[in-house]
């Protein structure tokens, strides 16, 4: 369903268990930067009704997930450290069309970010059925569901209001770049490293 290449090495769970205040932290700011990026999205395409409806609410449903990452650092006694930079987001960014048309901008970024959800998504379903911690493996399996549910709508989005573009093939482009950055990651306790 999700498209990708490559799957992660389970290992990274291990990783990630030997430091869950990283991960937490790493994983509050990426919610915070899905809820930013969905707005950023409406600022540039605001004559797009549809699609300004569905991404606030996709927005908002971000920023419930910030907090409630954060809530299980306050819970634990961890504190919510310094934004992360994020070199795999970062990497994709390269990747989307800086020329063309703003449809053209519209649809890489849409196609971005369907990609992010795509990959956060495969990541929290490994940590649901391997974190030893029931309660976040209980965590990750509902937020997994839900990003299913944003690479979908990004997804859709991007097949909408690409007209006379040729979505799947730019589509295939990036799972195909994506399959080879990612091959650099899952080294770190973090949601993309």
Known sequence: ??????????????????????????????????????????????????????????????????????NIIKERGYKLGRERKDHYVNQLYKFMNKGGSQQQAMVDRLLFSAMI?????????????????????????????SEAGHYTTFLGFARQYGEGLDVEKRWQELVEFEGEIIKNYGKQETIHG
């Open 1 to 70: 369903m999700l498209h990708l290449k490559l799957e992660t090495d389970p290992r990274w769970v291990t990783i990630v268990e030997s430091n869950l205040e990283e991960i937490l932290t790493d994983h509050a700011w990426c919610e915070q930067k899905a809820a930013t990026n969905a707005i950023t999205i409406i600022t540039l395409n605001s004559q797009h009704e549809e699609l300004v409806t569905e991404l606030l609410k996709l927005a908002q449903e971000e920023l419930e997930h910030f907090e409630m990452v954060h």
């Open 117 to 145: 959800e795509a990959r956060s998504c495969e990541r929290f379903k490994l940590l649901s059925e391997r974190i030893k911690d029931e309660k976040l493996s209980n965590f990750y399996r509902e937020l997994m569901i």
